[in-house]
């Protein structure tokens, strides 16, 4: 059993500068930094994070096979203020929250067979993951008051089966197959709030929602030529996959294709 714990309070990932002086803020008059490492923010830009996470390993002897699980229980939590004009005016500032809670549950059985020349593993996977960014506001014009525009959330589910098998012919020559099939679902939402969300993002006022499932089965095979102990030349062919996601936070139904590898 393991615990641990990050706290981050730091202005240094979300202070900014204008590429070439290139900002809004010149226009006005404010003072806009473009030279590395120095900036020219106002607001008092900032990022703070809370993360905590626990998690469990344990295994069992059943027989000849082992059983082992491996729990994960995450939480994190960060605010983040941005100051998007890098000057030294209040033109265009961000503020948004990050609340994020996943849990991940692996189970697999592992042995060997067929006078220990088989060695193998079979397990079963669950991942979910739950994301809401809370009211993001915005600062606009100079004047210092946090208008709300829009929150977003999503949910992702994953669940797959595994096994991995490894032959040794001999004490050179070794076969190992493999195979995975797993699957994904993803839900989203995003919410735009009256009356300052769609004159900022130009979408109506309103909830909409978005979900996708993907699924894909992932072989794999090795042959292997062990010449020395400190010596492995091999030859490996296998597929794999990437799901597609789905992006709420995009304000519309915008989705990324999944890929096959």
Same mark, same amino acid.
Request: charged share 20%; no cysteine; hydrophobic share 35%.
């Given at each position: 059993?393991?615990?641990?714990?990050?706290?981050?309070?730091?202005?240094?990932?979300?202070?900014?500068?204008? %590429?070439?002086?290139?900002?809004?803020?010149?226009?006005?008059?404010?003072?806009?930094?473009?030279?590395?490492?120095?900036?020219?923010? +106002?607001?008092?830009?900032?990022?703070?994070?809370?993360?905590?996470? *626990?998690?469990?390993?344990?295994?069992? +002897?059943?027989?000849?096979?082992? /059983?082992?699980?491996?729990?994960?229980?995450?939480?994190?939590?960060?605010?983040?203020?941005?100051? /998007?004009?890098?000057?030294?005016?209040? *033109?265009?500032?961000?503020?948004?929250?990050? #609340?994020?809670?996943?849990? !991940?549950?692996?189970?697999?059985? !592992?042995?060997?067979?067929?006078?220990?020349?088989?060695?193998?593993?079979?397990?079963?996977?669950? %991942?979910?993951?739950?994301?809401?960014?809370?009211? *993001?506001?915005?600062?606009?014009?100079?004047?210092?008051?946090?208008?709300?525009?829009?929150?977003?959330? !999503?949910?992702?589910?994953?669940?797959?089966?595994?096994?991995?098998?490894?032959?040794?012919?001999?004490?050179?020559?070794? *076969?190992?197959?493999?195979?995975?099939?797993?699957?994904?679902?993803?839900?989203?939402?995003? +919410?735009?709030?009256?009356?300052?969300?769609?004159?900022?993002?130009?979408?109506?006022?309103?909830?909409?929602? %978005?979900?996708?499932?993907? !699924?894909?089965?992932?072989?794999?095979?090795? /042959?292997?030529?062990?010449?020395?102990?400190? #010596?492995?030349?091999? /030859?490996?062919?296998?597929?794999?996959?990437?799901?597609?996601?789905?992006?709420?936070?995009? %304000?519309?139904?915008?989705?990324?294709?999944? #890929?096959?590898?």
């Amino acid at each position: 059993l393991a615990y641990d714990h990050h706290d981050w309070d730091d202005n240094t990932p979300v202070a900014t500068s204008a %590429l070439d002086g290139q900002s809004t803020g010149a226009l006005t008059g404010a003072v806009v930094s473009s030279k590395p490492k120095r900036v020219s923010n +106002n607001g008092n830009p900032n990022f703070s994070a809370q993360i905590d996470g *626990l998690y469990l390993t344990s295994r069992f +002897n059943i027989g000849e096979m082992e /059983l082992a699980s491996y729990t994960m229980g995450r939480q994190e939590t960060s605010k983040s203020v941005l100051d /998007l004009d890098s000057s030294s005016q209040t *033109l265009f500032h961000n503020f948004f929250n990050i #609340e994020n809670e996943s849990f !991940s549950q692996e189970f697999n059985v !592992s042995g060997a067979a067929l006078d220990d020349k088989l060695d193998w593993i079979a397990g079963l996977y669950y %991942l979910n993951v739950n994301e809401d960014y809370t009211d *993001l506001e915005v600062q606009a014009g100079g004047v210092p008051v946090w208008l709300p525009l829009y929150n977003v959330a !999503s949910t992702i589910q994953t669940t797959a089966i595994f096994t991995d098998m490894t032959y040794s012919f001999s004490d050179e020559w070794m *076969l190992t197959v493999g195979m995975r099939y797993s699957t994904e679902e993803a839900e989203g939402m995003f +919410n735009i709030k009256s009356p300052y969300g769609p004159a900022f993002t130009g979408v109506p006022a309103g909830k909409g929602y %978005l979900d996708d499932d993907w !699924s894909s089965f992932t072989p794999r095979g090795v /042959l292997a030529y062990k010449p020395s102990t400190e #010596e492995k030349i091999y /030859l490996s062919v296998s597929k794999g996959f990437k799901a597609g996601q789905i992006s709420p936070s995009s %304000l519309g139904d915008v989705a990324v294709d999944p #890929e096959n590898i």
